[in-house]
């Protein structure tokens, strides 16, 4: 039986070998928030008749639900997988993380003073087979003045009461996108098709707990074990709140029978999650 991987962050212990993030390949491929010339038409169609900034993108987020035939896009939320802007334009359909990205993209066009941001109080752990994710929330947050934001939640459950939210800069939210594309490719095509997508998180936030996590978990499927090590350590340098790479690192040296060292991260696992 294949033990449960989980994906998120860690504790503080020393580091050894200090992983580096991987080299810039020639080929990046297309920027996750850039998007078509149509997608900028409808932008300026969408808020063309309001005549502030609050009230352009408040007419903008419904008019991406709308139906078509009411001048909308008709986008339906679907988590099945991570979408580029370009993908959402596409396809018409995007889970939370998409859905931000492609309201972002869409208040950068027009102007607005848009930053991505996380809220810590909501997250929801899930198992797909042998893999665990704890899914994070990310929402677009617009600053009215010193006291108030606006917040674009694109979540498909209605969350009561005020939510708490935590500014992220573009880099993390980029790496957390990146990270959710390398773990849907990992489930659906394996390590070898998942590994760009990791590295590609790396390069955009090399100091992304997430982001190594995942990395690790990748190394580790693809037999690279010291790798996988070095970018374990990594996250729990990064990140000391969460317990999660200690789960996987504890996983790692059973695996090669180093029971010490894994007796020792469980411990530390078990007092994070308690905390």
């Given at each position: 039986?294949?033990?449960?991987?989980?994906?998120?962050?860690?504790?503080?212990?020393p580091?050894?070998?200090?992983?580096?993030?991987?080299?810039?390949?020639?080929?990046?491929?297309?920027?996750?928030?850039?998007?078509?010339?149509?997608?900028?038409?409808?932008?300026?169609?969408?808020?063309?008749?309001?005549?502030?900034?609050?009230?352009?993108t408040?007419?903008?987020?419904?008019?991406?639900?709308?139906?078509?035939e009411?001048?909308?896009?008709?986008?339906?939320?679907?988590?099945?997988?991570?979408?580029?802007?370009?993908e959402?334009?596409?396809?018409?359909?995007?889970n939370c993380?998409?859905?931000t990205?492609?309201?972002?993209?869409?208040?950068?066009?027009?102007?607005?003073?848009?930053?991505?941001?996380?809220?810590?109080?909501?997250?929801?752990?899930?198992?797909?087979?042998?893999?665990?994710?704890?899914?994070?929330?990310?929402?677009?947050?617009i600053?009215?003045?010193?006291?108030?934001?606006?917040?674009?939640?694109?979540?498909?459950?209605t969350?009561?009461?005020?939510?708490?939210?935590?500014?992220?800069?573009e880099?993390?939210?980029?790496?957390?996108?990146?990270?959710?594309?390398?773990?849907?490719?990992?489930?659906?095509d394996?390590?070898?098709?998942?590994?760009?997508?990791?590295?590609?998180?790396?390069?955009?936030?090399?100091q992304?707990?997430?982001?190594?996590n995942?990395?690790g978990v990748?190394?580790?499927?693809?037999?690279?074990?010291?790798?996988?090590?070095?970018?374990?350590?990594?996250?729990?340098?990064?990140?000391?709140?969460?317990?999660?790479?200690?789960?996987?690192?504890?996983?790692?040296?059973?695996s090669?029978?180093?029971?010490?060292?894994?007796?020792?991260?469980?411990?530390?696992g078990?007092?994070?999650?308690d905390?």
């Open positions: 039986m294949r033990r449960s991987r989980l994906f998120a962050s860690a504790f503080m212990v580091v050894l070998a200090m992983a580096q993030a991987p080299p810039v390949p020639e080929d990046q491929g297309a920027d996750i928030l850039s998007a078509p010339k149509e997608f900028h038409d409808f932008v300026v169609k969408a808020t063309l008749p309001y005549n502030t900034w609050q009230s352009k408040d007419g903008l987020a419904r008019r991406i639900f709308a139906k078509p009411d001048g909308g896009l008709g986008i339906v939320y679907a988590n099945d997988k991570t979408r580029t802007v370009a959402v334009w596409r396809d018409r359909k995007a993380i998409s859905l990205a492609f309201y972002a993209a869409a208040c950068k066009f027009l102007g607005v003073p848009v930053r991505f941001a996380e809220a810590p109080s909501i997250s929801l752990w899930v198992r797909h087979g042998d893999l665990i994710y704890n899914e994070l929330h990310v929402v677009a947050a600053p009215i003045n010193m006291l108030n934001t606006v917040v674009a939640d694109f979540s498909p459950e969350h009561l009461g005020a939510i708490h939210i935590r500014p992220i800069s880099a993390r939210f980029r790496a957390m996108f990146h990270s959710n594309r390398a773990v849907e490719l990992l489930q659906s394996g390590p070898e098709a998942a590994i760009p997508e990791a590295e590609a998180a790396l390069r955009d936030d090399p992304s707990g997430i982001g190594w995942t990395y990748i190394q580790q499927d693809m037999g690279h074990q010291a790798r996988a090590e070095e970018a374990f350590l990594r996250a729990i340098q990064i990140d000391p709140k969460g317990g999660i790479a200690c789960g996987n690192l504890e996983g790692l040296y059973r090669v029978g180093r029971t010490e060292d894994a007796d020792r991260y469980r411990a530390l078990l007092v994070l999650r905390r």
